[in-house]
């Protein structure tokens, strides 16, 4: 039994009924549209701006008072939901 089943998986696969082979493999080419590029290099340049800006506000502010630190702490969440946005962008087309 063992010896039909060693046979069986080492001879060659014939043709599905009807003569048909499966098809060839699709590309994983990914299509960028329009569209797509716009809403990725917005979220791209928000995400950077807002990272430029708290850097320059940590470093150019010395004594921050309330204000500023709530605007560095708001900056930094648009920072890290831009990043995440960009992730999902990507995600989103490699999955297609």
């Not at 010896?3 to 699709?26: T, V």
């Not at 150019?60 to 960009?86: C, F, R």
């Amino acid at each position: 039994m063992s010896e039909e089943l060693a046979k069986a998986a080492a001879a060659p696969r014939s043709a599905p009924p009807g003569g048909r082979r499966a098809a060839a493999p699709r590309s994983s080419a990914v299509t960028i549209t329009p569209v797509f590029r716009l809403v990725f290099f917005s979220v791209l340049g928000l995400t950077v701006a807002s990272l430029v800006t708290t850097v320059w506000l940590v470093i150019a502010v010395h004594n921050p008072n309330d204000q500023a630190k709530s605007l560095v702490e708001n900056l930094l969440t648009i920072a890290k939901l831009g990043v995440g946005a960009i992730f999902g962008l990507l995600g989103g087309k490699a999955v297609k």
